[in-house]
């Protein structure tokens, strides 16, 4: 007879990690899943590759035994007018919602047209039967899988040529930014697993492509999603840019990215009219989102890029409430994609240059004061020191055009001011140029192109920095490539415009061998590659547009690199004394006459 019952403690489920790199799942060892290189491969002196985490093969099960499972092929519940920030669907999308806010609500905005090419735009929803499972009995532990894993919902593939998981990288886990962690994923942003899933895309994958260091976490997971809990516009802004990036990458959502992008347009105007009533972070974020998303789909509306920073300017110029690290982030963003958006279309820039040394790195939150990266920023990287240079070149080409203006108006004094203004400025920034040096960690210093530490000893982060590194490096070589041939009107042939469209292209092909930050890689790429005359060079050019295709997955990137093709056979087919060959503009005819008009973000 038992004198007393022991009772068992409860079986732990097995919490297996599928997220390690190629290397450590062939020997079957545990990987810490460091990135860009995990401490096995390091150690080894491997290169350290992941793969997209594929979801589990569950058994399935009838609907009547477990309730995890979710039909949404067949009618919707309403059971997302709980949550104050979710917007009932629309029934009906007039053109005007599509068209940007900042036209009609923030004043000197000039008129925007906005067109789609979606066959269906007013219903997102695909009908076709999907079933989600959540989880299923482990009948051989007798306990219920309730591990909360990276991404709870599968989305189809589609056949394309280039494979989406070549475009991919693996997953890491990330908390749940604003809420403890429940279960399932992400269930604090949405009831509906396909909006779960574009928020697990948007921190695992989307927001590791677009920043230099997140030592400490990705600034666009620690500062912006969090808004979008209380915010409906920056919410579709943020399901809006993670379909579109689904999307291009061939695989299927049931929720279109332009349905997202028209409610975040619409939510936007209402968050306008508010004027003093709304928080201008939030305002701001949404702006920027938006940009994002308008960069990454590029259907032809160049217009509504230029419209959104005008709206984002206004936003930054009239508020008066103290600065936030989400608002500088933000401003940092809207910097970035001012000058970009500029030497893009051949405009000028809408803010006023910062004076030099105005610019430090912008870091993640909570990172070390001391640490290799500290030199680096999230958005501009080693070239923090280069942008305001950069800003006074891209608005070079506007004070060119005015003074041929002038010329052709006969205005002789307002062209010769101009004029007096354009060599000046134009010999200051060559000279900037020419003396200007990336912003290097403390104790580091350069040798044959390499990273070095003053006692010789391994620098932590190296790969990371040598590719951070040669990024800078190429945005300077093809600033001069920028100079010489559309500022200065050099022929392509001359000598010291193709001795920086080989450096360039070098520090490019550098930056993807490396694995490092790619994001803000495609403007330099695409300036030296349009002037690439020799096959070693143009080979280069193709090296490296391969390398950031395969790991950004954006249509600018395939939309510039068809460009560049296109330049190329032009110049192939043209004598070398042609007006064609000499042409300072060809790829912006060229863009013109494919009807792509490209911002290179």
């Known amino acids: 007879m038992l004198l007393y019952t022991k009772i068992a403690p409860p079986k732990v489920p097995k919490r297996r990690s599928r997220a390690g790199c190629t290397f450590c799942k062939e020997k079957k060892k545990k990987c810490d899943e460091r990135r860009p290189q995990c401490a096995r491969c390091a150690e080894k002196e491997l290169q350290c590759t992941y793969e997209a985490v594929k979801p ?6 009838e609907p ?12 919707r519940e309403s059971i997302f007018d709980q949550d104050e920030w979710r917007e009932s669907l629309v029934d009906e999308i007039s053109e005007s919602d599509c068209l940007s806010p ?37 009948d051989a532990d007798g306990i219920r899988d309730v591990v909360r894993r990276n991404s709870n919902v599968s989305v189809v593939g589609q056949a394309r040529s280039l494979q989406p998981d070549l475009a991919m990288i693996a997953p890491c886990p990330v908390a749940s930014p604003t809420l403890e962690f429940v279960l399932p994923a992400f269930s604090e942003f949405s009831e509906r697993p396909n909006r779960r899933a574009l928020v697990d895309h948007f921190c695992n994958v989307l927001s590791h492509l677009i920043v230099f260091r997140e030592e400490t976490g990705n600034p666009f997971q620690q500062l912006v999603l969090p808004l979008s809990h209380r915010s409906s516009p920056i919410m579709n802004a943020v399901y809006a840019l993670a379909s579109a990036h689904l999307e291009y990458r061939g695989i ?100 006023t240059a910062p004076a030099a040394g105005c610019l430090i790195p ?56 101009l004029r007096m203004e354009f060599e000046s400025t134009s010999q200051a920034i060559e000279t900037a140029l020419t003396q200007w040096e990336p912003c290097l960690p403390p104790n580091v210093a350069i040798q044959d192109g390499v990273l070095v530490g003053s006692s010789q000893d391994n620098i932590s982060e190296q790969q990371l920095l040598q590719s951070i590194l040669h990024n800078a490096l190429a945005y300077r070589h093809s600033a001069f490539v ?24 070098i520090h490019c092909v550098e930056t993807v061998t490396n694995r490092g930050p790619m994001g803000a890689l495609l403007w330099p790429l695409f300036v030296a590659a349009c002037e690439a005359i020799s096959a070693g060079d143009r080979g280069l050019a193709q090296s490296a547009f391969a390398g950031i295709d395969q790991r950004q997955g954006m249509t600018n990137i395939g939309q510039a690199w068809k460009i560049v093709q296109e330049v190329w056979k032009k110049l192939d087919e043209a004598r070398e004394d042609s007006p064609e060959a000499q042409d300072i503009d060809l790829w912006r005819r060229v863009s013109a006459e494919m009807g792509v008009s490209i911002v290179f973000g």
Do not use: C
């Open 56 to 61: 589990r093969q569950r058994r399935k099960r």
């Open 64 to 75: 009547l035994q477990s309730g995890f499972a979710q039909n949404h092929g067949g009618e």
């Open 102 to 138: 900042m036209d009609a609500k923030l004043n000197a905005m000039s008129p925007m047209n906005f067109s789609t090419t979606s066959d269906n735009p007013l219903s997102p929803i695909d009908h076709s039967p999907t079933i989600y499972e959540y989880g299923v009995a482990n």
């Open 252 to 351: 299927d959502t049931p929720e279109k990215s332009l349905y997202f992008h028209n409610r975040a347009i619409q939510g936007l105007a209402r968050m306008i009219e508010q004027q003093g009533n709304v928080d201008k972070t939030e305002l701001l974020a949404a702006i920027m989102l938006l940009v994002y998303y308008e960069v990454l789909v590029q259907r032809g509306r160049s217009s509504i890029v230029d419209g959104h920073l005008k709206g984002a300017l206004t936003i930054m110029s009239s508020s008066q409430s103290e600065s936030t690290p989400a608002s500088l982030f933000l401003e940092r963003a809207f910097r970035f994609y001012d000058v970009i958006t500029a030497l893009s279309l051949g405009s000028a820039p809408l803010s």
């Open 362 to 417: 912008f870091p993640p939150m909570d990172a070390p004061a001391v640490s290799p990266l500290s030199n680096v920023d999230t958005l501009l990287g080693m070239a923090t020191t280069l942008w305001p240079i950069m800003h006074r070149l891209s608005n070079l080409l506007s004070l060119k055009n005015d003074i041929e203006r002038a010329s052709r108006e006969n205005q002789a004094s307002k062209s010769a001011v």
């Open 482 to 505: 920028y100079l010489y041939r559309t500022i200065y009107g050099y022929p392509a042939r001359r000598e010291v415009v193709q001795k920086h469209v080989h450096i360039a292209l």
